[in-house]
Each structure stands twice: as structure tokens, then as C-alpha cells.
């Protein structure tokens, strides 16, 4: 999995792939990378055929938001490659949380580093445009989904985020009505007080950032989530999984991981594991995590936002079901993933 052998230092790397980065986002497309993270008042595009060399890629801010309903607090960018055109998918609100919603850009050249994006507009999925953030796509049978974390009803005095999906007319409409498929009810998914930093001023029960997985063999899609509060150290993945022939607008298609597949390390180090996404090696024969996590259990006073970005290799079992291992310490060096060009 890594090398101690200072000869082979130049196909490995450590993590974090970059000093800050939450909600990291990356895919393999034509011979490159392509990726992204939450920059907060913009949208900036990575590209480079190394993905454990971000700090070194050509980057390009492709969005900065003018209209006031919707320029700030971007969370959340990922992009994607659907029918030949590239969409990405984010978050944004008027400057209150509390308004979030989902936009969607649109760029119809082959090179998303090229042409321009263009706003299609808000994605709505709900009648009473309910808090919405971390929409993703995924395509299976034929049919395009959604999923993304929202609100049940706006918050009175206890926030509750939970994971909806839905089907999509095109890429930038549902379909379909919204389906809940997850709240945050085991007790490793309500973690809210931290106890040596900040707290909200209500009660946040947190499911957010799933992802979609689609097993090697094609028999399930899993869903890993993020729960329990960000700002504290016990944020961790959970998953959701549907069999690919089952009816993913059936919430009892769903069926939920008792416990965490990945979570901090205090042994090595790691604290505040989630908001992931997946990429494959270059050459296609691995599969990899990317995540953010911190270094310290709450962002040191004075420091900022510390969430940066990770990356490590995953396996899957006989049965279709990935095991996502333990977050690497940072002195950690592991391999490159395979097939990646070595400068």
C-alpha cells in the first residue's frame, strides 16, 4: 500500500493533496482529472493528470456570482460529464443560511477548461424550495437521479438534515417528486456539541454529502453520506445501499450501514473524516477516496477553516461492498494511483 523505500518516492505521495480544500470533488475524464472544492464566493476548476498533485495543477475560476439571491456561501462543486457536456452542481445563498439552494452551470465543450459555463438555474425540489445542498448525480437503467441533503420543513429550533433523491427530466430539472431515504437517527450520526469549540445555537442533526457508488460487478449503488456535525471531530461516513434492479424511488429499496464505514483517527491523527467523493486510477484498476479531514480535533482559535483534502485507496469485497479502511496518518507515504504519469 506505501513504500519506505526512499527510492521510490517519486510514485507516492502523503496526504493532504493540498493545505485546505472541504468538500473535495474529483473525476477521471479523457485523460485527465478533473477537480474541485468549496471556495466559498467562487468556483474554481482543477485540471491535472496527477490528482495526489493538486497543489501543482493548472486551475481556473469559471464562476463568480453577480446575482444576490445566489452569490454566496458556494459549498459544495462537483462536475460533471453528462451526454458529452459538462454540469456543475453547487450550493449557494443570499447570504443567509437558512435560504441555501441548489444551482446548476452548464459548459457544451469537450474541455471544460474551454467555452464558458452558463447558469441553467436553480434546481427545485420541493414546492415550498425547502433548504437544499450537496446535490449529486448518478445515471443507472437509463435513468438519471439526484441526491442531495435537505430539510424536512424549515427549522423551528432543531435543524435536521436529511438525504432525498429523485429522478431528473434533464440536467437541470427533477422529474420527479423528492423521496427521503435517510435521517440522522443512530446515535453516531447526531453528534452536535463539541466540546472545547464552536456550537450552533440549536440543535443540527446532520445526514449530508452523499455520494453515489455503483458497485464493480453492478449490483448495488451505494450511497456514503456524511453525518453528525462537521465542526466536530465525530463527522463520519455512512452508507446507504439500493440493488441496482430495485426501485430507488422506493425508500424501502434503501437499506442503511448500522455503523459507520469511515470515521476519525485519533491514533493517527485524523479528525473530522467526510464530505467525500470517489475517482478511479488512470488505468481503471483501483478505486480511491477522497476526503477532507483536519489534523486537530476542532479548527485551532485564529486558524480558520483546516479541512483539507485527502486521498487513499479502497477495497471491495466478494459481495459488492466496498470497505473504505482507516483515514492514513500525514507521514503516511502511499503510492500513487496506478497508472499515473510520474513527472
Request: net charge neutral; hydrophobic share 30%; glycine share 6%.
Amino acid at each position: 500500500m506505501f513504500s519506505k523505500n526512499p527510492e521510490d518516492l517519486e510514485g507516492t505521495y502523503t496526504n493532504p493533496l493540498c493545505n485546505y480544500g472541504p468538500d473535495p470533488w474529483a473525476i477521471w475524464h479523457d485523460g485527465s482529472y478533473y477537480y474541485m472544492h468549496t471556495m466559498v464566493d467562487s468556483l474554481v476548476l482543477w485540471k491535472t493528470q496527477d490528482v495526489t498533485d493538486i497543489r501543482n495543477a493548472e486551475k481556473k475560476t469559471i464562476w463568480i456570482p453577480t446575482d444576490p439571491s445566489n452569490k454566496h456561501n458556494l459549498w459544495a462543486p462537483e462536475i460533471h460529464n453528462i451526454d458529452g457536456k459538462w454540469y456543475i452542481y453547487y450550493a449557494a445563498d443570499d447570504g443567509n443560511s437558512d435560504n441555501h439552494q441548489m444551482y446548476v452551470l452548464e459548459n457544451t465543450n469537450k474541455d471544460p477548461f474551454k467555452g464558458e459555463f452558463v447558469m441553467k438555474g436553480r434546481i427545485s425540489t420541493d414546492k415550498d424550495n425547502n433548504w437544499a445542498i450537496d446535490g449529486s448525480v448518478f445515471e443507472n437503467k437509463g435513468k438519471l437521479y439526484m441526491v442531495w441533503s435537505g430539510w424536512q420543513t424549515r427549522r423551528v429550533d432543531t435543524e435536521t438534515q436529511c438525504i432525498y433523491i429523485a429522478e431528473m427530466k434533464n440536467p437541470w430539472t427533477l422529474g420527479s417528486e423528492r423521496v427521503l431515504i435517510s435521517k440522522p437517527e443512530l446515535e453516531w450520526e447526531r453528534h452536535y456539541i463539541n466540546e472545547t469549540g464552536w456550537n450552533p445555537p440549536h440543535k443540527v442533526f446532520v445526514n449530508e454529502g452523499p455520494q453515489p457508488l455503483k458497485s464493480p460487478k453492478g449490483k448495488y449503488i451505494h450511497v456514503a453520506y456524511s453525518a453528525s456535525g462537521v465542526w466536530t471531530p465525530y463527522y463520519a461516513l455512512g452508507m446507504l445501499t439500493a440493488d441496482t434492479n430495485a426501485d430507488l424511488l422506493d425508500p424501502a429499496s434503501w437499506k442503511k450501514a448500522p455503523q459507520p464505514l469511515f470515521r476519525q483517527s485519533p491514533e493517527n491523527g485524523v479528525y473530522g473524516t467526510g464530505h467525500n467523493s470517489f475517482f478511479k486510477s488512470p488505468d481503471g484498476k483501483e478505486w480511491y477516496i477522497l476526503y477532507h479531514a483536519r489534523d486537530t480535533q476542532v479548527d485551532p482559535p485564529g486558524m480558520g477553516d483546516t479541512r483539507s483534502p485527502r486521498a487513499q485507496k479502497i477495497e471491495w469485497k466478494a459481495d459488492d461492498y466496498p470497505v473504505l479502511g482507516t483515514p492514513y496518518p500525514k507521514t503516511m507515504r502511499l503510492k500513487k494511483p496506478s497508472g499515473t504519469k510520474v513527472k
